[in-house]
């Protein structure tokens, strides 16, 4: 479930990843901390809000020879489906593998909601059990999350 969370970050520092993107999502680290930073338009962005239930899904797919990993949220409010969230990790950049390892270890999860054009930002945290599943996808594509955690 989101629950409203004060993150101690500038909004500057989140906008720098979003400069020439009108909706999109990274995750970035900063104070040891990894946080899923979205960048949503005004329609969307009202969608967030408390108790909605988050549901993480690893997708392992091949695109051409390259193999990514695609991380979404789907949020719902009972049971009614909100909005979501979606991310491609390239298999072959091991920092962003290593931020999404790190974002999927951590009990509570922190997640940024920024309206560009309305320079509005809304943090959350909600409680994150997935990194059994995203073990299986890295183990799909042959990845060992052992190695990587071993390295954070």
């Not at 020879?65 to 949020?75: L, S, T, Y």
């Not at 719902?76 to 931020?99: A, F, G, H, M, P």
């Not at 054009?117 to 990845?143: A, V, Y």
């Amino acid at each position: 479930m989101l629950k409203k969370a004060s993150i101690n970050t500038s909004k500057s520092a989140i906008l720098r990843n979003f400069d020439f993107i009108k909706e999109g999502s990274i995750i970035i680290e900063f104070e040891k901390k990894a946080y899923l930073a979205v960048c949503k338009e005004r329609d969307s962005f009202q969608n967030f809000s408390e108790n909605l239930e988050p549901v993480i899904i690893f997708n392992p797919i091949m695109h051409g020879d390259f193999p990514i990993i695609e991380f979404n949220i789907k949020f719902y409010k009972k049971s009614v489906y909100i909005d979501e969230i979606s991310t491609l990790i390239s298999t072959s950049n091991r920092e962003e593998i290593r931020s999404l390892v790190r974002f999927s270890s951590e009990s509570w999860s922190n997640l940024l909601i920024l309206a560009k054009e309305e320079n509005e930002l809304k943090s959350f945290q909600f409680e994150n059990n997935s990194i059994g599943d995203l073990n299986l996808c890295l183990r799909e594509l042959q990845i060992d999350i052992e190695d990587i955690m071993k390295n954070t």
